[in-house]
């Protein structure tokens, strides 16, 4: 009764455990999800900021196209005005144009330089895009890896549990017929102990028996020399 207490105690040990590993199982499994819902909203908020730095640059670009055709279409005007007064004006039509075209190096430079600045942006926000993804990758891959070796275990401790539950089975049916013997041999002692009584019974029987038969051959014999005394005294005392 004992062992078979134990024995369901540690089968619902086993189960307890079971139901943990499948719980800690489903918690990993739902953190993976969160982890990889995460990485991708990451990924396409990256994506909305790259295209919104790519519309930023051709909003830009063509901003300064506008600008320059105005001021070139000012310019124009400028230079169709000063026609009329042109040695009076010359002087500052060069410095302007001058001053135009200084403008537009600058502007040029700076549009270079905003162009290097987007692309150096957009490279690093594709290194880190490319970064974050093998980060992720390897995270997943390291996270899938547990979950197979989780998965292993669990299938060992089912298999274990598996060959447990066999085991006490075999173990149930040898007590069983551990029982059966014990409740023999404990018929077959209790007969041996009814025959031993009834041969030392028999003994007794047969003891007393003998004792009561030589007890009367020696009271025959008693008797018969009695009987001889007696008649030997009777002859004397005729003579």
């Known amino acids: 009764m004992q062992l078979e207490e134990v024995n369901e105690a540690r089968l619902l040990e086993g189960q307890v455990r079971l139901e943990l590993k499948q719980l800690e199982l489903s918690k990993l499994e739902a953190k993976l999800n969160s982890r990889r819902d995460d990485w991708l909203a990451r990924v396409d908020e990256l994506r909305a900021e790259m295209q919104h730095v790519l519309s930023e640059k051709e909003a830009l670009e063509e901003c300064l196209a506008n600008k320059l055709y105005e001021e070139q279409k000012i310019a124009e005007q400028a230079l169709t005005q000063a026609k009329l007064s042109f ?3 010359m002087s500052t039509l060069t410095d302007y144009r001058n001053e135009l075209h200084q403008k537009c190096l600058e502007r040029k430079q700076n549009n270079i330089e905003k162009e290097s ?3 150096d942006i957009s490279l690093r926000l594709s290194v880190e895009i ?6 992720e990758a390897a995270f997943l891959q390291s996270q899938v890896s547990k979950i197979e070796a989780l998965k292993a275990r669990l299938e060992k401790q089912l298999s274990r549990r598996a060959e447990l539950e066999e085991h006490f089975a075999r173990v149930d049916r040898n007590n069983a017929a551990t029982k059966i013997e014990e409740e023999r041999l404990r018929h077959l002692v ?4 009814e025959a031993t009584k009834l041969l030392f019974r028999g003994a007794c029987g047969l003891q007393k028996l003998w004792r009561g ?15 001889r005394g007696n008649a030997k005294n009777g002859r004397g005392k005729k003579g």
Request: hydrophobic share 40%; net charge positive; no cysteine.
């Open 87 to 89: 040695d009076v004006e």
């Open 117 to 119: 600045y987007l692309r």
């Open 130 to 135: 490319d970064k974050s993804i093998k980060v």
């Open 190 to 193: 209790s007969m041996e102990a």
């Open 213 to 227: 038969m030589a007890a009367r051959e020696q009271f025959a014999k008693m008797k018969k020399k009695t009987k």
